[in-house]
């Protein structure tokens, strides 16, 4: 199937862990994001990544970092997770300068306690 | 920057009953514009898109929106409204150069009535 995959869909963990999310699209975009959707379902941009490079990085904390170790991957690394930081996570991806839309993946609900 | 203003929270709808979703939107330029659908525990799903031509625009399962430049809207419809189109739904607007940078409203949550 073609898609965004993100894998893990659940993650529960402790404060003060690091952990990763991954993130695989197979439709040949060449830019992939990842979004932060709190509770109150509000979407914010965090990073954009084309063709492996960095090209948005909104104001996140540096506990956030993401990587791409080729354009169909996006990887989003969080250390010292803190409760603020539980949320759904998308990743998406798109034809840069088609103005496309985006495509979605399901989504990484991710729980501090 | 550019913003999207969805006024509506939430909305009840009667199944069979027609549908508007307000969105209005800030951008200095001809803007590119989209309708997400979300369900619960889902991703999100483009449901239509607008980057310039004809205004009235047709999408996925039956919606369609309308441009209007002198309003700064893109309003969302649906003729007949199905149970299953309980979501949340989401508009958002993008910049025209450069790299693309969605910006989403706070979405509305449609309920639908029997």
């Known amino acids: 199937d073609t898609a965004v995959s993100q894998t893990p869909k659940y993650l529960v963990t402790q404060m003060g862990n690091d952990k990763s999310i991954k993130c695989e699209q197979n439709?040949?975009?060449?830019?992939m994001y990842w979004y932060k959707q709190d509770s109150k379902k509000f979407l914010k941009i965090m990073f954009s990544?084309?063709?492996?490079?960095?090209?948005i990085n909104e104001t996140v904390p540096n506990r956030f970092s993401p990587k791409s170790p080729d354009k169909a991957h996006l990887n989003l690394h969080i250390n010292s997770l803190e409760l603020g930081d539980s949320a759904v996570y998308f990743c998406?991806?798109?034809?840069?300068?088609?103005?496309?839309?985006?495509?979605f993946g399901s989504g990484t609900r991710l729980t501090v306690v | 920057a550019q913003s999207v203003t969805q006024p509506d929270i939430h909305i009840t709808v009667s199944e069979g009953a027609s549908l508007e979703l307000r969105c209005n939107y800030s951008?200095?330029?001809?803007?590119?514009l989209f309708w997400y659908v979300q369900s619960p525990g889902q991703g999100l799903q483009l449901l239509l898109k607008?980057?310039?031509?004809?205004?009235l625009v047709q999408g996925i399962k039956g919606f369609e929106a309308e441009f209007k430049r002198s309003q700064s809207s893109f309003n969302l419809r649906k003729p007949s409204v199905h149970w299953s189109d309980a979501a949340e739904y989401f508009c958002?607007?993008?910049?025209?150069?450069?790299?693309?940078?969605?910006?989403f409203g706070t979405g509305t949550r449609l309920l639908v009535s029997p």
């Open positions: 439709l040949g975009h060449d830019t």
């Open positions: 607008y980057f310039s031509g004809d205004t």
């Open positions: 951008y200095g330029a001809t803007p590119y």
């Open positions: 958002a607007v993008g910049q025209n150069t450069g790299f693309q940078k969605l910006v």
């Open positions: 990544y084309n063709n492996k490079e960095l090209i």
């Open positions: 998406a991806s798109s034809h840069t300068h088609d103005g496309g839309g985006y495509t």
